[in-house]
Structures are given as C-alpha cells and as structure tokens.
C-alpha cells in the first residue's frame, strides 16, 4: 500500500480522494483487489492523467486475475505518458494469461530494447519461445539471462535441456554445470550425459538426436523431446527408429510438466499415427515401431488392433519379457484370460529375479480374481522375496490377503509398505480399502484422503479414492 501513498504524494485532496484512498488501502491490505480497483477508479477520475495510477490499476487487475481488464489498464497508462519498465512486464503476463502470446513477445521485445539488459524479460521470453515452439530464440534468450546470471542453477539446467534438443553437443557443460551449482540436477544431468557420451561414439547425429529424444522423454519433457525427435527425421527422413519416437512423443503432448506448452489435441493423435505408419512403412519389422503402434491402438480403446502389434513384436523380440506381459495385459482386456496368463507366466520365466513381473503377474490374478491362492498369492511372494523393502510388492501382497479375506496380514504388508515409504499413494488407497471393511471408517477416511492428495492428478489411484472418497464420506 505504500506505492499508493507514495503515488498520490500530500497534496490537498477532495474528501471522495481520500475516502477512496483509504479504502484502497483497506482492500489490499486483506488481499481484496477487486474492492481496490473500484475504489483506484475514483481516485482516477481526478487524476486521468496519471499513468503511474492506471499501471497500479494494471497490476490489481492482474492480481484479481481479471486480464482482459488488466491490458486495458496498462494501455490507457501508455497513452498518457512512458510505461514503466516493470509495467511492461506485467502488460505481457497480462497479454500471454489472457492467451494472447504474440502481443506479449512483441512487447516483451520492445522492452528489451527500450531498456537495459533485464533478467526478468529475457526469462519470461525464453519461456514464450518455447511455449511457440520457437526453440532456437529461446536458446538465444536463455544464454543471455545465464550470462547475466551465471550462478543460476535452474536457468543453466533448462539451456541444457533446450540444447539437448537442439544441439546435444553443447548441451552436457550447461547441465553439469547447473549439478555442481545445485545436487538436485545432478541425477538428471548425468542421465542425459551418460546417453550422449554413448550416441556420440556412432558418429551418427540422426541417432545422436535420437538419443537425445529418449533422455529427454525418460526426464518426462516430451515436448522437447519431440523436437530432438524432429531433428532425426529430418536429418534422416529414412530413419524408421526416429518416426516411431515421434509418434509416441506427439500422444504425450499436454502431459509432461510443461503441459501448458503445447497441449494434446486431435491433431496431434492423427500426427501420431501419420509418424508410425511412416515408422513401419519404412521398416516393418522394427520393434519400436510395432510396439508404439501397439500402445496406440490401446490408447484408442482399439485392444484387439493393439494385440497385432504386439505379437509382431513379440515375434521379433522373443525374450523381452516387457512385451510378453503387455501381451498379457491386452488379452486380460479382451477376456481371454488363460492366454493372458500363460504370457504374464512366460514373463516371469523371462525375468525370473525381476519383481516387477511376478507383480504384474499377481496385480492380473488381483484384478479380475483368477485363482488368486494358486497364482497371486505365490506371485506375490516372490515378488517381496526378492526386494523386501520393495513398497509396490508389499502392497500387492496386501492386496492379495485382502481379496482371500485376510485383512490382519493385509494390513500388516500395507503398514510395511507406507513405513518404507510414507508416500506411496497406492498402499494408502489398498489400506484405507481394508480399513472401510473393517468398519473403522475414521481411519479409512484418513487414509483416502492421503492416497487422493498423494497420488495427484490424472491418476487412476486419486480417480479410485475419490469415488470411494464421495461414496463412503458425502
């Protein structure tokens, strides 16, 4: 509030001035920015000319979240005199929030020429750029910003990124730089390392692109990933490999972390499927290919399409164990589950130290209750044979006791499971299960309520406990 005071200065005023001051003061003292535009608006009709009040009017609207308002605000200030240097900035959030980004990169590039170098312009730009897809100005922007600010950790880990996009061969000494400012880029950087240094060694910059992609894509930033994607193909039209990443990459649009930047549309699916034809056009037999298409299909509900696929894969990569029990899954789906059975079997016989499959298989028997103590129960424990500590095995095992009706052995391996890791939103939601069936529906509300906020958004383990959420507790 003191840039209120400070603007209208102690010259006389009329008393509605100062009634409106002072319950402008009042309104954004409780956060209340609606009230202080309406009460700004009267001090303005006495003060039409003042600019460095219409640009506070900018700056509640923004708040308010009211954008539209908040751009007319700053323009009416620029017609009556130079909009400040941060008011500029803000006129270009309030011009990308109200999804207007060409007029907020325009002005955010006017300022920069109008003014000196800022931190804030070319971050909000490297951003913008990206957003457009425009990942060279974004490079651009950001070796600016880092320049300015060589001791931000972020700023240098997300140039990297971008780079490992655009040119992974100038991309490792940001990202290791960013780790040696800040330990927590330090696992993503190395990743993201380790695979260049490896594609580096074919002396192939399609695969090198290609390798990128992947590192990006393991990171869940998909949208760079596609474009690392991009650069293959284009290198390499022919490269099949390259055309079966980017049809997966095109479907993940909208859900990685920088969802905002290019969301999943219709168009982006049938980009999707133009990519893996192309894939298998150019060679039939590639197993990335099949298999993307195969999780394509899935995806449009299409199971029996899915499953060609899948066992053309399965035929070129007869030891994967990954596609066996994928093959497993898709036939469960279409109710065939003595087919789906022997694959989920043949899985484990593949990868018999790997738990993960013997949970696959015994979450198969859980789920549609297929001779769950012959098949679940002894699935299960090998699955916590092999990793004890293992949250996700402990909590199939109590998922298994659940469904053969012991609910104190359940109980036990799910408590195991959250004293491991307190976090683990599924074991959450399978004990908050056991906890409603035993009545103690205090406690099972508790558990619930943990496992929806744990498990976040777009999860099937939030969807499940809130319906139980909404059903037991409305």
Known sequence: MLVLITLLGSSPRPHQVDQAF?????????????????????????????????????????????????????????QTGNLSLPARIYLGDAEMLAGDLPSAITNWENALRASNPSPDLYARLARAYQ??????AAIIALKALVKLQPTDAQYLYQLGLLLTAEDPSAAVAYLLNAAQIDPDFA?????????????????????????????????????????????????????AEAWAYLGEAFQHLGN????????????????????????????????????????????QNRDDLALVYLHKAADLAPSNAALEAELGNTLASLGNLNAAYSYYQRAVDLAPRD???????????????????????????????INPQDPASLDVMGQVFTLLNDRLSAQRFLQRALHI?????????????????????????????????????????????????????P
């Open 187 to 239: 696992q993503p950087a190395g990743i993201i390392q380790q695979n260049l240094n490896t594609a580096r060694l074919a002396d192939n910059p399609a695969y090198l692109h290609l390798e990128s992609g992947r590192s990006l894509a393991s990171l869940n930033h998909w949208d760079l990933a596609l474009r690392a994607f991009q650069q293959a193909t284009q290198i390499r039209p022919d490269y």
């Open 22 to 78: 002072n319950q402008a003061r009042l309104a954004v003292s409780y956060g209340s920015y609606r009230d202080a535009i309406m009460r700004l608006s009267t001090i303005l009709n006495y003060f039409p000319g003042r600019s460095d009040l219409w640009e506070l009017a900018g700056r509640y609207a923004l708040q308010y979240g009211d954008f539209r308002s908040a751009i007319s605000y700053f323009e009416q200030a620029s």
């Open 131 to 136: 957003m457009q897809g425009d990942y060279p």
């Open 256 to 299: 990685e972390q920088n969802a905002a930047y290019s969301p999943t549309t219709e168009s982006n699916i049938r980009e999707a499927k133009l990519a893996l034809e192309k894939a298998l056009a150019l060679n039939p037999d590639s197993i990335s290919a099949n298999t993307f298409m195969a999780i394509y299909w899935q995806r």
């Open 355 to 385: 738990p993960a499959y013997w949970r696959s298989l015994a979450s198969f028997s859980v789920k549609y209750e297929y001779q769950v103590h012959q098949v679940a129960l002894p699935a299960a424990r090998q699955a916590v044979l």
């Open 421 to 473: 890791d307190p976090g683990f939103a599924p074991a959450r939601l399978h004990l908050g299960l056991v906890l409603l069936i035993e009545g103690d529906t205090s406690h099972a509300r508790q558990q619930l309520s943990l496992a929806h906020s744990l498990a976040g958004t777009n999860s099937s383990v939030a969807d499940q406990a809130q319906r139980l959420l909404q059903q037991y507790f």
